[in-house]
């Protein structure tokens, strides 16, 4: 009954989503019906004392990163999308909302997909009035991702999910309003970022959105940057740092807390809490950092190379880690750096940041690689961010994790959709102590 009334009231995305997850909850619960014994690797006391690296503990469907040749989503590589998915101009970067659609449906939107999730977004967009006041009640100088932290926290509180859930809503239809909070939560993270950027860097003085606008162009326009050139970096930005599979911090633990049946402001709001490290999402503002700093030591920086090298030596004998290098995954060059030296050499050549980006790519991963514990001397997404940003006057980099953060909604929620779908079970792996350890070493 339930499901009867609800499908006449489902936009089509919605709708194909439902038909979708029938056929996979089916298989799903057939490969564990059948084949719940088959194992499929071993784990061992360094895969644990490692951080789980490598260990096939999590159900993503959304994209999966291969070490050697980065990511895929959905089994497209990103030089694939840009070819492949709608755009706003045809020279232009993909519509973030085309790789969403792919994500969530395994398909490769039309424009009139694309163009549907814009509209909708932006008729979701509206924030409750205590997400701009609690905003404001911050200091002014509050770290940015504190402010989004907590904005999308506080809306947990309107959660479609819990309500339903409150209302006795059954397992077998949790993704239902899951689906509208994932909606409502995606669409409104651009007013929320912008509305973080105006207060903290230039005096509140906000920018009504122009509906007119896709999501990632809207989001430029509301921070104060009205032109072709920022919508198309913010588009490649969205687009590229959407998903990254299901182990790293920002998805791995709005999966987790997620599996409490926590709703989609929880989750992801968590996830966001993880991202804001210096090892994760952080990493983008550190590179800046850190790069600002060896200028000012070392003067610019591609007249001696020697002196580069020099530069990161030293910062690895302070005990510190060459922020936007070496990746837990990746073993080559992140083709997300990737597509970002790219955009900079076609539109931005001569910009003496990514004259340093380059020269930093020469010399970093000589250094890096000649340190035996370090597996992946390569650049990460980080390396190659913070200076197309810069290029454009989006010079305040405490707040680029939030950028990262908006992009990161798209694959965390759409996965945890289908963690609802599936009815995945709450996740509670086992641990032991070190005398436990021990005992299995033979110590
Ligand atoms: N600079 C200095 N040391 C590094 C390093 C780097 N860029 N990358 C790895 N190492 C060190 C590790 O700190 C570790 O040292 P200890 O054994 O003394 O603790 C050792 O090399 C082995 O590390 P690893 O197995 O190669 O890498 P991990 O999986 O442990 O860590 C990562 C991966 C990304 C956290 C690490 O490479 C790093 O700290 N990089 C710099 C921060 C960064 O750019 N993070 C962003 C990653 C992408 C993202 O999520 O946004």
Redesign the pocket.
Known sequence: MTIIIQLKTMDHIKKRFEEKARVQVAELKKLVAEHADKKIGEVTIGSVL??M?GTVSLLTDTSKLDPDEGIRFRGYSIPELQKLLPKAQPEGEPLPEGLFYLMLLGELPGKADVDFLSKEWSARAELPDYVYKLIDAFPVQTRPMVQFSSAILSMASDSRFMSAYLDGLGKQDHWDSTYEDVMDLIARLPRIAAYIYRRTYHDSKHIDPDNSLDWAANLAHMMGFDNYEVHRLLRLYMFLHAD?EGG???AHTTHLVGSALSNPYYAYGAGMTG?AG???????Q??IRWMFNMIEEIGPACEDKDKIRKYVMK??EEG??????????LRKT?PRFTAQLEFGRKYLPDDPWLITMTCLYEV?PEV?GS?S?????WP????GSGVLLLHYGIKEFDFYTVL?GVSRALGVLSQLLWDRAYGLPIERPTSQPLEWFKKQAGM
Do not use: C, M, Q, R
Request: glycine share 10%; no cysteine; hydrophobic share 40%.
């Open positions: 490692s951080g690296k990254h790293n911090v920002s991202l210096p090892l994760h999402g952080f990493a983008n550190e590179v910062t690895l510190k880690v060459i922020p936007g290098y070496g990746h837990a995954v992140d970093v890096l340190i514990k370090i597996k992946n001397p990460n997404v980080d390396a990262f």
